[in-house]
C-alpha cells in the first residue's frame, strides 16, 4: 500500500509524545507500556512491518492496564494474548484475520474496562478519588486509544472514492492527530502515580477495636476534621481514631451508607460550601478547595458536580456569591 503522507500529522504528534514520554525521570511500565503501543501505531501508519503489526497494539495497551490495576501487575496469563497475534499476523488481508481484529477490540476492550471499574471499586473503599493511586488517566488513555483504532478502522471501510476526498482525508487525519495527542497527554499525567498499595492487598487486620457505637466513631472522625488531610486513607484515619479499617469501613456504611471515597469527599465539598460561603470570606474557587481538603482542582470540580449536578460557579451564582477564580 502506498504510504499516505497526510499521516505525517498524527506521527509527528504520537512520535514527540513517545519521547516526551520515554526521557521522565521515573517512568514506570504503564507507561512505557503505553508507548510501546503507541509506537506499534506509529509504524501502522507508514505499513512498517506488514498491517500485521496492528495485532499488537491493543494487547499492549490492555498490559497497560493490567499493570495498572492488576494487585500484582502483568502475569504469564496475560502474556497468552499476544500468542493468536503472533500466530495471525501474518494472514492480514484475509477474513480470518480481520473477524479477530474485531474479537480482539471488543474482548480486551471489555475486559481491561472490567479490571479498571473493579479497581476503581476496591479503591474506593480505601482512598478519595483524587488520590494518585486512582485509575483515572489509564482509563483515559484506553477510551483515547481505543478510539483512534475505531476512527482508523473506518478510514478503512469507506469507500476508497470518498476517502480519496482531499478535505474527507484531511479531516480524518487531523481527528487521529487530536485522539494521539490526549493519549500522549494522560500517559504523561500519570508520572509518579504509583500503583495500589500493600495496605489495600493486605486483608490482616488490627484487633484493636473501640468499644463505640458506628454513629460516636464517625461523630468524632467529622469533629476531628481528619478528611481535611489530602493525604488521608481508610488505613490511616482507622489509625487515628484508635480502631481497623474493617470496623470503620463498616461503620461508614452503616451510619452514611458510603464508600470510604464518598464520604470523604461529601464532607470536603459541605466544607468548601461553608467556606466560601462565609460573609467575610474573600477566598478563590481553588483557595476554598484547597482549604476543604482537596489538592487536585479536577477531582474537586468532579466531585462538586456529582454531588450539586452543576458547577461551583453555577451553585455560586444561584446562591449570589461571586465567584473568584485566582
Known sequence: MPVDWLFLAPSAVTLLWVLRIFFLKNLDKVQLFVICSMVTALLNYFNIGGPGLALFILPLLHFAVRQKVAPHGITKW??????????????????IFKAFFCLQIASLTV?????????????????????????????????????????????????????????????????????????????YMMKDA????????DTRDSPDVLNESDDDLIRRAIEEELYLDPSISLVSMSEKLGTNRTYLSQSIHSCRGQ?????????????????????????????????????????????FSEIYKMTPKDWMSKHGINPRYQ
Open 111 to 187: 475486559w481491561s474496562f472490567i479490571s479498571i471499574d473493579r479497581y476503581n471499586r476496591r479503591l474506593a473503599e480505601f482512598y478519595d478519588s483524587s488520590s494518585p493511586l486512582s485509575a483515572e488517566n489509564i482509563q483515559q488513555v484506553l477510551i483515547f486509544s481505543l478510539s483512534a483504532i475505531l476512527v482508523t478502522l473506518l478510514g478503512i471501510l469507506l469507500p476508497a472514492g470518498l476517502m480519496s476526498v482531499f478535505w474527507i482525508r484531511l479531516t480524518y487525519v487531523l481527528f487521529t492527530a487530536i485522539l494521539q495527542f490526549m493519549v500522549g497527554y494522560y500517559t
Open 194 to 201: 504509583p500503583s495500589i498499595s500493600a495496605e489495600v492487598l
Open 259 to 303: 464508600n470510604f471515597s464518598d464520604f470523604i469527599n461529601s464532607l470536603r465539598i459541605n466544607r468548601f460550601i461553608e467556606t466560601i460561603s462565609a460573609k467575610d470570606s474573600d477566598m478563590s474557587i481553588k483557595e476554598a478547595a484547597l482549604k476543604s481538603g482537596y489538592n487536585n482542582l479536577q477531582s474537586f470540580y468532579r466531585n
Open 78 to 95: 496475560d502474556v497468552l494474548v499476544l500468542v493468536p497475534s503472533v500466530v495471525l499476523s501474518p494472514f492480514s488481508g484475509t477474513l
